[in-house]
Each structure stands twice: as structure tokens, then as C-alpha cells.
């Protein structure tokens, strides 16, 4: 069994200057036709953004159209993030291919997929060839964690086989090596795969097929 708390730096913090960002190695998992749900295991914050303008800027290649969810109050402070990050925000928006949108928590879990079916369908017409997902990350603690499951199968649910590629990113830094194992089980019961992040980079798990 691995032991995240001594490898990948799972239970201690990653070295402050450290940038995580997707592969091109794992960079057709997610493209290339494939729509995959994913999850990105995260050990801290800053691990974020540059995880996230990778993804986005991956999607801009492969003829996506982007969406990102903040929670709320926090578009500003997304969008300047992810530019920091090296993603060219401005250039983006300027081709009405990218969008930030707040994520509203009081919204019912089980229609709260319906508009992005409109935004799917429209994006698809317009000539992208699906739509790519991410949001702002979630954890470690267990609540915050539960309190968005709901919103999680709903979204599995609904764009199953359809052309959307979603990164679901998940802090579990301060969780202990049994904590980290746990999650990253539950995780995988509604993920296609899973990202860790790690001081070489991302390292791509697929839950085993029985």
C-alpha cells in the first residue's frame, strides 16, 4: 500500500517555490476526444492556479470552451490568480471562450447542472468542440468536502458520455497518510481518474476496473 506521508510529500508541505502544472506526458488522458471526469488531489492552496491555467490553457488547444467556478466574492481574485499563473485570461475573454462564474451554494444540487446543458449546447454550436470545467478547490475538512458531493454526482450524472472534460481539484495536505487514502478512495467512485500532485509534477491514477 503507498504511504502518502512520505511519498509525493502528502502530510507535509510542498517546498514554497514549487509550481505544479499538467504534463503534456498526461496531456492526452485529457483531450484528444477523451472527456474525462478527474479529480486533482492538491497539498495545498498555492498548488491551485498553476494546475488550473494548465488545464484551461489545455482546453484552449484542444478547442474547448472554458468555464471556471469561483465561490462567491471571489471572481476577482480567481481571475488575477490564474493570469498570475500564466494563463492569458484577457486573451480569452477577448474571444468569448473563457468565463468565470460564482458559484452559488444555495442552489438545489440536483438541477444546478441544467444551465451548463444550455452552455454545453450553445458552445457546441458555436464550433468548440466540448466544454472543459474546473472551480475552485475543496478540503481537506469533511464538511466542506460533504456539503459538495450532491453537486458532484449530480454534474457526473449528467454530462456522463457527453463532450465535457471536468478537473474537480481537492486539498488533502493536512490529512494524515490513512486520511489521504480514504478520501482518495471515495474520490475515485465518481471520478474517471486522479491527478496527485507531487514535487515531479502530476502522476495519473485510474481507478481499477473489476
Known amino acids: 500500500m503507498l504511504d502518502f506521508?512520505?511519498?509525493?510529500?502528502?502530510?507535509?508541505?510542498?517546498?514554497?517555490?514549487?509550481?505544479?502544472?499538467?504534463?503534456?506526458?498526461?496531456?492526452?488522458?485529457?483531450?484528444?476526444?477523451?472527456?474525462?471526469?478527474?479529480?486533482?488531489?492538491?497539498?495545498?492552496?498555492?498548488?491551485?492556479?498553476?494546475?488550473?491555467?494548465?488545464?484551461?490553457?489545455?482546453?484552449?488547444?484542444?478547442?474547448?470552451?472554458?468555464?471556471?467556478?469561483?465561490?462567491?466574492?471571489?471572481?476577482?481574485?480567481?481571475?488575477?490568480?490564474?493570469?498570475?499563473?500564466?494563463?492569458?485570461?484577457?486573451?480569452?475573454?477577448?474571444?468569448?471562450?473563457?468565463?468565470?462564474?460564482?458559484?452559488?451554494?444555495?442552489?438545489?444540487?440536483?438541477?444546478?447542472?441544467?444551465?451548463?446543458?444550455?452552455?454545453?449546447?450553445?458552445?457546441?454550436?458555436?464550433?468548440?468542440a466540448a466544454l472543459w470545467y474546473s472551480r475552485f478547490a475543496v478540503g481537506p475538512g469533511d464538511a466542506e468536502y460533504n456539503n459538495l458531493l450532491p453537486f458532484e454526482r449530480a454534474w457526473g450524472q449528467c454530462f456522463a458520455n457527453q463532450p465535457v472534460v471536468t478537473l474537480c481539484p481537492y486539498i488533502v495536505g493536512a490529512l494524515d497518510g490513512a486520511q489521504v487514502l480514504e478520501r482518495m478512495g471515495d474520490v475515485a467512485q465518481s471520478h474517471e481518474g486522479i491527478l496527485l500532485a507531487g514535487d515531479n509534477g502530476l502522476t495519473l491514477l485510474r481507478p481499477t476496473v473489476t
Do not use: M, N
Open 5 to 128: 506521508t512520505t511519498d509525493r510529500g502528502y502530510g507535509c508541505p510542498p517546498p514554497a517555490t514549487h509550481q505544479v502544472a499538467i504534463d503534456l506526458a498526461l496531456s492526452p488522458s485529457i483531450g484528444d476526444g477523451a472527456c474525462p471526469h478527474l479529480a486533482v488531489l492538491l497539498r495545498t492552496d498555492s498548488e491551485l492556479f498553476p494546475v488550473l491555467a494548465s488545464f484551461y490553457a489545455l482546453g484552449a488547444k484542444r478547442r474547448g470552451f472554458l468555464v471556471h467556478r469561483s465561490i462567491q466574492g471571489e471572481r476577482s481574485h480567481d481571475r488575477e490568480a490564474l493570469v498570475a499563473a500564466g494563463l492569458d485570461v484577457a486573451g480569452l475573454e477577448a474571444s468569448q471562450q473563457f468565463e468565470i462564474v460564482e458559484f452559488d451554494p444555495d442552489e438545489p444540487a440536483d438541477s444546478s447542472p441544467q444551465p451548463w446543458q444550455h452552455v454545453l449546447d450553445r458552445s457546441l454550436s458555436s464550433g468548440y
